[in-house]
């Protein structure tokens, strides 16, 4: 008879992860049919047809084999190209490295960075992977909140009041999942100051860049001083040109970062997929028009999420990109775990609850712009019959 091996073997980063609310949420739609998905952060776009032609003829061309850790040359000084041209930050392709999408370049960096013990400072609320990842090199998690009466931007002075003495980096999502909250060039500056005065180092997650709202400006975190050498850009491909399936991401970094992090790059991965780094260098080229043309339907389909939860009585921050509306659903009278099961159940629409994005005040959920317009009509109008039942009750 073999013995059961016990869980207290596992290593404590592992034991600290907890299983997810979204997997109670999926369970629950399996028995389900008609579900209107407004929760994942998967564009409903395909990636647009050259893109897909050029890792096609990648593959094709014998584009099969290992690249140098650090991705295709060709590739990486476009990338080069494209953050001097589109964000003022003046890196040379030896000092980027193409990833297995954001996620990669963000755990790379943090475990470049981050030594046990060390305090890392997130805002709140926020794309939850980066608590695990800070929890993997052995960190700290200090949290600095964002509030809806700001739009969720981020503030310097809350950051200032989260310091001590073991606070070594800053990580700053700008647009944010899962809020769109966009931090204004003036408190970035204030935020790239502070930073300097405080000796941290900073990672500047821009994956949203691409995706501004109502004519709002995205800035760059590295062109503010000298931050620029403190500081690793991270972006990619997956959400402005609908590739999330593809993995392609890149990090930015000052020359004394890199060694170590194309170390821990060919640890992780050896490299990323060749063919798939020949559709990254296609959106460069010729994506924008895509680009301006998916962002145009994200931008209708917020006109009509924001007038349908003013309807509703329901509050929110107004996002200045990305792909959410974080509404405030505590007038309901129902918590936000409760009213996406809830909402799920009765009608069939999908939701994800602000506790999935490390934020506990559990009033908050998470909208997403991300099904066709007329299913997201159907979702909104179904979500409105909700509401009314669950307040008359």
Same mark, same amino acid.
């Given at each position: 008879?073999?013995?059961?091996?016990?869980?207290?073997?596992?290593?404590?980063?592992? %034991?600290?992860?907890?299983?997810?609310?979204?997997?109670?949420?999926?369970?629950?739609?399996?028995?389900?049919?008609? +579900?209107?998905?407004?929760?994942?952060?998967?564009?409903?776009?395909?990636?647009?047809?050259? +893109?897909?032609?050029?890792?096609?003829?990648?593959?094709?061309?014998?584009?099969?084999?290992?690249?140098?850790?650090?991705?295709?040359?060709?590739?990486?000084?476009? +990338?080069?190209?494209?953050?001097?041209?589109?964000?003022?930050?003046?890196?040379?392709?030896?000092?980027?490295?193409?990833?297995?999408?954001?996620?990669?370049?963000? $755990?790379?960096? +943090?475990?470049?960075?981050?030594?046990?013990?060390?305090?890392?400072? $997130?805002?709140?609320?926020?794309?939850?992977?980066?608590?695990?990842?800070?929890?993997?090199?052995?960190?700290?998690?200090?949290?600095?909140?964002?509030?809806?009466e700001d739009d969720f931007a981020l503030e310097a002075d809350a950051i200032r009041g989260a310091l001590t003495e073991r606070s070594k980096l800053l990580v700053i999502a700008n647009p944010n999942n899962p809020t769109g909250g966009l931090t204004p060039r003036g408190e970035l500056a204030r935020i790239a100051a502070l930073a300097e005065e405080h000796d941290l180092l900073v990672i500047s997650d821009?994956?949203?860049?691409?995706?501004?709202?109502?004519?709002?400006?995205? %800035?760059?975190?590295?062109?503010?001083?000298?931050?620029?050498?403190?500081? %690793?850009?991270?972006?990619?491909?997956?959400?402005?040109?609908?590739?999330?399936?593809?993995?392609?991401?890149? $990090?930015?970094?000052?020359?004394?970062?890199? *060694?170590?992090?194309?170390?821990?790059?060919?640890?992780?991965?050896i490299c990323t997929p060749p063919a798939l780094q020949r559709g990254a260098l296609a959106a460069l080229e010729r994506g924008d028009e895509a680009v301006a043309s998916m962002l145009a339907e994200y931008e209708r389909r917020l006109g009509l999420v924001l007038r349908s939860l003013d309807d509703m009585g329901i509050s929110y921050g107004r996002p200045g990109g990305g792909m959410y509306v974080y509404?405030?659903?505590?007038?309901?009278?129902?918590?936000?775990?409760?009213?996406? $099961?809830?909402?799920?159940?009765?009608?069939?629409?999908?939701?994800?609850?602000?506790?999935?994005?490390?934020?506990?005040?559990?009033?908050?959920?998470?909208?997403?712009?991300?099904?066709?317009?007329?299913?997201?009509?159907?979702?909104?109008?179904?979500?409105?019959?909700?509401? *009314?039942?669950?307040?008359?009750?």
């Amino acid at each position: 008879m073999t013995r059961a091996v016990p869980k207290s073997h596992l290593a404590a980063r592992a %034991v600290s992860v907890k299983s997810s609310f979204r997997t109670r949420m999926l369970e629950l739609s399996a028995g389900l049919d008609g +579900i209107i998905a407004l929760g994942r952060g998967d564009p409903d776009f395909d990636t647009p047809p050259d +893109i897909v032609a050029a890792g096609a003829a990648a593959l094709a061309g014998g584009y099969t084999h290992y690249t140098a850790p650090p991705g295709l040359p060709e590739l990486r000084e476009a +990338i080069s190209r494209k953050l001097k041209r589109d964000n003022g930050l003046d890196y040379p392709a030896s000092q980027i490295i193409v990833t297995n999408g954001v996620q990669e370049a963000l $755990l790379i960096s +943090i475990l470049a960075l981050v030594d046990p013990g060390d305090e890392v400072v $997130l805002q709140a609320p926020r794309f939850n992977a980066f608590d695990y990842m800070v929890n993997l090199a052995g960190g700290r998690v200090v949290e600095v909140p964002t509030l809806e009466e700001d739009d969720f931007a981020l503030e310097a002075d809350a950051i200032r009041g989260a310091l001590t003495e073991r606070s070594k980096l800053l990580v700053i999502a700008n647009p944010n999942n899962p809020t769109g909250g966009l931090t204004p060039r003036g408190e970035l500056a204030r935020i790239a100051a502070l930073a300097e005065e405080h000796d941290l180092l900073v990672i500047s997650d821009e994956i949203y860049e691409k995706l501004i709202f109502g004519g709002r400006e995205h %800035v760059s975190l590295g062109t503010f001083g000298n931050l620029l050498d403190r500081t %690793v850009s991270v972006n990619g491909f997956s959400k402005a040109y609908a590739m999330t399936g593809w993995r392609i991401g890149y $990090l930015a970094a000052p020359e004394w970062f890199m *060694e170590p992090a194309v170390e821990i790059k060919h640890t992780l991965s050896i490299c990323t997929p060749p063919a798939l780094q020949r559709g990254a260098l296609a959106a460069l080229e010729r994506g924008d028009e895509a680009v301006a043309s998916m962002l145009a339907e994200y931008e209708r389909r917020l006109g009509l999420v924001l007038r349908s939860l003013d309807d509703m009585g329901i509050s929110y921050g107004r996002p200045g990109g990305g792909m959410y509306v974080y509404a405030n659903i505590s007038g309901t009278g129902l918590d936000a775990e409760t009213f996406c $099961l809830e909402l799920l159940r009765q009608e069939q629409v999908m939701v994800f609850p602000g506790t999935m994005f490390a934020d506990p005040a559990n009033r908050h959920i998470r909208i997403t712009l991300l099904s066709p317009y007329a299913s997201m009509e159907e979702a909104l109008g179904r979500m409105r019959r909700f509401v *009314e039942r669950t307040r008359q009750s």
